[in-house]
Every structure is written in C-alpha cells, then in structure tokens.
C-alpha cells in the first residue's frame, strides 16, 4: 500500500515538479529589464490573433474523437461521437495533472458509456499514438531537411561537452537486440500456453491491446483515418501559428522557422504536466536560434502555453460534467422508442 502510494505521489511530483522549478529557472534567469519587457509584450499582444488561434485548438479535439472511431470499427463497436469527444477532452484534462494516466482513463469513461472491453480501448489508443509517433518524426525529419545547417550546429554545440560519440555498431547491436526481443515478447504472447490462469488472463489482455493496435490495418476507413491525422497536426501547428501574429515582433515569422518552433514545442509537452515550464522555455530557445528576442519568445511561449491549457480546462472540466448528463437523457430517449 504505501509502495503505491508513493509510486503514484512520483508520478504526480516528478513531472510536477520539474514543471514548477522550469517556471523558477525561466523568471530566475531573466533581468528585470527582460521581464517587463515580457510583461509589456503579452499586455500588448493583440489577443484577435489568440482568439482565432483556439478554433484550429477545439478543431483537433474534435478531429480527434473522430478518428478513434475509425480504430473501433474494425473490432466491432461503434462509440457514441460526443462521448469518444467527451472522453478525449477528459483525457487531456487528467494528463494535466498525471502525463499518461489521461490516456487510461479516457479509455475507463468510454468503457463505463459505450460498453465497449477496457483492453481493446487500450489498444485503439497506442495505435492512436503510433500514428502521431509518424507525424512527429515527418514533421522532425522536415525540419531537419529545410533547417539542416542551422540545427545542427545548435544542436552540436548543446550536447558537444554533455555526449560523447555514439559508434554505428552499438547504434546496430542496439536495434538487433530490440528486434529479437520484440519477436520473443510476441511468441510468448501467441504461442506459449500458460497453464497458471492469471498467466492466460495476462495473455489474452496483451491479444486484446495487440488487435486494438492492429485495428489500423484491417479499418475499411483507412483513408479517412489518415486524413484526421495529418489534419489533427495541421491543426497543432495552426495553433501556435496564429499566436506568432499576436506579437508585432514575431508576425513575420517564416513557416520553417515557425515549424521549428512547433517542433520544440510539442517536445517539450512531454517533459512535464502539461508543458508547464517547459514549453514556454522550448518556444523561446526556438526562437532565440533565429536571433528573436527573449522578451518575445517567452511572451509568445507564455501566451500560447496559458491559452491552450484554459481550452483544455475549460472543454475537459465541462466533459466530466455533461458525459453522465448526456448518456442518461440518452438511455431515456433509447427507453421510450
């Protein structure tokens, strides 16, 4: 018991925390002259710019309870579309506050509604993420390609004193031993026959998430599936886009600096409870490779950062509260016909 308890207070304090002390190193290495340069730069931003850059936002939400859909079909099931939105927004709401744990549990809400098995759900879900996994390394491998010299020199002097050189061969022998381990991880899925029976239900869970995965491959709406994902990353990137026209500074962007900047961004998402410190921090270190001021930057960061994570709020908070709502009115209607 206290294991878990203290499992669950470091996955809620690290990333948190990290979060809190991005916040204090931003503030802490700035002058005073540079923060009330940032200041005066979000008072002064036009916040039209800010307003339009919510609709691309509340787009990929939408966009994205959409696809989920698609991943269901092939096994079966086809969930309700305001609660897949509902339960997406949920999602995005926990992750908030514990990074990944949204993930389950919107999967928990749409078992809870839609009746459909937790291990499938789970499932549709990492296929999910695949698919983003390959958007993110398209739009890293673009940026790489139109911003080849530039970066690599950023990215040579970050790490030149921080990582050795990393020979070809380990880099080989590295890849070989995940290959061989992922073929064995399936063939003890697939073929052994396990005779203790919490072994069996540990399997059949693993099968379960595995044709979830797999739900990509046999959709007969493939096409529709990947036109949501590329437009749920048109939409991200519009989202910090439109923000750069806030600031009279950054409003002449050009689109492969802006990609960098989304690329850095998104991240950065990753590091902590919802970018919390770190993206703000990632937007301007993207910026200042251009020569951007840090006022500018850390304004737009700051911007862009509070903006998206009151929508998330906002949509999520207001899910949790009409999901039960909308599915009870919902059984009544089902009752009456």
Not at 36 to 46: D, G, H, K, L, P
Not at 148 to 160: E, H, K
Request: glycine fraction near 8%.
């Amino acid at each position: 018991m206290v294991k878990k308890i203290a499992i669950s207070v470091l996955k809620i304090g690290v990333p948190l925390g990290l979060g809190v002390y991005l916040v204090w190193y931003f503030f802490d290495t700035l002058t005073e002259e540079q923060k009330e340069q940032i200041a005066n730069s979000i008072a002064q931003a036009n916040y039209w710019w800010v307003g339009v850059a919510v609709i691309p936002a509340v787009l990929s939400h939408i966009s994205r309870a959409i696809r989920w859909k698609y991943t269901l079909e092939p096994l079966g099931y086809k969930p309700d579309t305001f609660n897949s939105f509902f339960t997406v927004m949920i999602g995005y709401l926990i992750n908030l506050a514990v990074p990944r744990l949204g993930e389950v549990s919107r999967c928990g809400f749409m078992n809870r509604y839609d009746k459909i098995p937790l291990d499938k759900l789970i499932g549709t879900v990492i296929a999910e993420r695949l698919a983003d996994l390959v958007m993110l390394i398209l739009v890293i491998t673009t940026v790489v390609l139109i911003q080849y010299d530039l970066i690599s020199d950023f990215v040579n002097g970050l790490l030149a004193d921080k990582i050795g050189d990393v020979s070809g061969v380990m880099v080989l022998l590295t890849l070989i031993g995940l290959m061989v381990a992922g073929f064995g991880g399936l063939y003890v899925v697939y073929k052994v026959d396990w005779k203790l029976e919490i072994l069996k239900k540990i399997q059949e869970a693993i099968k379960g998430i595995v044709s979830g995965i797999t739900s990509i491959l046999t959709m007969k709406s493939k096409g529709m599936f990947i036109f949501h994902t590329i437009f749920i990353w048109i939409m991200y990137f519009l989202m910090l886009y439109f923000n750069f026209f806030a600031l009279p500074e950054t409003a002449s962007i050009s689109f492969s600096q802006a990609l960098t900047a989304f690329v850095l961004g998104g991240l950065a998402m990753a590091l902590t409870n919802g970018g919390i410190g770190a993206y703000p921090i990632a937007i301007q270190a993207a910026l200042l490779i251009y020569g951007y001021s840090e006022a500018a930057g850390g304004a737009l960061g700051w911007i862009t950062w509070v903006v998206q994570t009151v929508l998330v709020i906002v949509l999520g908070a207001g899910s949790m509260l009409l999901i039960p709502i909308y599915n009870k009115r919902k059984s009544v209607v089902t009752e009456s016909n």
